[in-house]
């Protein structure tokens, strides 16, 4: 059978392509080479208590709002959202202080202008900044504008640290301002201002969890394009993609099966996509080579607690817990955990208490190297070794919150080598290919390929994220449909 669209990877960039393409028409096929789909999103058990491989929180599904238009197309404002606290979602401590994050540009400024009179006129320029960059998140889709403005090109070209230190005079409150970052690579050498704003304005606008498992956007896209008619088949390792007279026409799978189509997106990195194109007339060895040289930001080591029925109550925020000063530089200390995110299920039984607390630290792939070639559940002594020093001391910093938390629950870790061979991740790599704001034409990539009816989707592209990869699936659909089409879900609330 051939189809209009074969997309290769099933993550939520692909999902959300193989949801949007279906629903206008276009026969859809989702290969994946794991046992079940869902990328950074999967879910798994243990002790019959589900846990998140990725997810955790998302931001502005609120109507008027950066993500409301695209979750609503695609169905996900069906699902049990719970939205956090509005006068302070995400809670930072830096050393012994302790700051609020509210919800809502003016909420956020007045807020954090209590403990930082002096910055107030730079708070105010900041949170427009936020909001202006979040309007523009989807200009580019408007079939009556340019594809990218010069603000936005402006922002790729600035540095975030850069920006901040110019801004503002407290280094505190850069400290502060920077302390939710966990959520992408907060590296002075080259994150970009445009990455640093979008991972956090969305939350500023508003910030929401979902009540379960953070699979159910998987459960709930999947089943729409099954119900449009759409196929999926996991367990399938693609081994080339095979083209002729310049077009892509099969991908060809190791169990020798052919799927042809008219259109192909790929969901997994661009260098990966690279290496299945084995012969081109059109991909040219300078395209593959910028592809392959591409950095990968670093991962997340993290540490799911399953409480005991009873024992804690729910919290309805995030903390973000650091050891001293200094947050940009909290990661490069290989040997002590200098900074941990503290984040909370929500109670699936009604009741007061969770039963899930997650504590993310980032995590360099050379503390995992030494043992890329072992196999889960055989990596040996060392490797368990390094994971309980960093379970403990992501414990002991996150204790400064949760007293006791220790002794009342058992615990299960990942490491970037866990998402490597688990989700296919090069490097483990928790926001996919490094942005840079000293070149960002080679590192921000186009969703378009020299191959014209080979597109490509996910973190690795421009944006990164729940929010950043749902918005980067619209832009690779107007590769597809064109954008006018594309800005008619869109366009009407941005």
């Known amino acids: 059978m051939k189809y209009d669209v074969v997309i290769i990877g099933s993550g939520l960039g692909g999902l959300a392509c193989g949801y949007i393409l279906g629903k206008h028409g276009r026969s859809v096929l989702i290969v994946e080479q794991g046992k ?23 931001g502005g599904l609120e109507e008027g ?41 003016d909420a956020f400024t007045g ?34 504008g340019e594809e990218m403005s010069a603000f936005t090109t402006g922002l790729m070209e600035t540095s975030a640290w850069q920006y901040l230190n110019g801004q503002f005079h407290d280094s505190l409150l850069i400290d502060v301002l920077s302390g939710t970052s966990m959520k992408m690579e907060l590296r002075k050498e080259s994150l970009p201002l445009f990455t640093f704003l979008h ?21 709930k896209l999947l089943d729409g394009i099954l119900s449009q008619g759409g ?65 990968n930001t670093f991962g997340m080591f ?14 309805n925020y995030n903390r973000y817990i650091y050891r001293k000063g200094n947050v940009w ?6 040997n002590h955990v200098n900074g941990v995110l503290v984040s909370c299920r929500v109670p699936e039984d009604g009741s007061e208490y969770t039963r899930q607390v997650d504590l993310l630290t980032p995590m360099l792939w050379n503390q995992c190297k030494p043992w890329l070639h072992t196999r889960p559940g055989k990596r040996g002594d060392g490797y368990e070794a390094m994971k309980r020093r960093v379970a403990g001391e992501c414990m002991e910093l996150a204790a400064r919150f949760l007293p006791g938390v220790e002794d ?62 749902t918005m980067t699936a619209f832009h690779t659909c107007a590769c597809v449909l064109g954008r006018e089409a594309v800005w008619k879900i869109v366009g009407n609330e941005n």
């Open 36 to 58: 079940q789909p869902g990328g950074c999103l999967q879910s798994y058990r243990r002790d019959r208590q589900t846990f998140d491989t990725g997810f955790h929180y998302v």
């Open 65 to 105: 709002q950066s993500l409301h238009a695209a979750f609503k197309y695609l169905g996900l404002l069906d699902l049990p959202w719970q939205r956090m606290d509005a006068g302070g979602f995400d809670l930072v401590t830096v050393g012994e202080r302790t700051f609020a994050f509210a919800q809502g540009y």
């Open 111 to 144: 807020r954090l202008a209590e403990d930082f009179p002096a910055e107030r006129a730079a708070l105010e320029r900041y949170a427009a900044l936020l909001r202006r960059a979040a309007a523009c998140q989807f200009a580019a889709l408007n079939p009556r």
């Open 329 to 334: 530089d909290a990661y490069r200390d290989k």
């Open 408 to 469: 009342a629950c058992t615990c299960y870790t990942s490491t970037p080598l866990t998402w490597h061979d688990y989700t296919f991740t090069p490097e483990g790599s928790a926001y996919g290919a490094r942005k840079d704001f000293r070149n960002p034409l080679v590192t921000m990539l186009s969703p378009r390929t020299p191959i014209p009816n080979l597109i490509q989707t996910g973190q690795s592209l421009m944006l990164h994220g729940v929010h950043g990869v």
């Open 231 to 295: 196929d999926i088949t996991c367990g399938t390792q693609i081994e080339e993609l095979v083209e002729k007279d310049g077009k892509v026409v099969y991908a060809a799978s190791s169990d020798g099966a052919r799927y042809e189509g008219s259109v192909f997106i790929s969901d997994i990195h661009p260098a990966r996509l690279c290496r299945l194109v084995k012969r081109s007339d059109r991909m040219k060895m300078a395209y593959r080579n910028r592809m392959d040289n591409l950095e």
């Open 199 to 219: 991972g956090n304005g969305s939350f500023i606008e508003s910030s929401w969890r979902l009540k379960g498992e953070g699979a159910q956007i998987i459960r």
């Open 302 to 315: 993290t540490l799911s607690l399953n409480i005991p029925p009873g024992r804690l109550r729910y919290f």
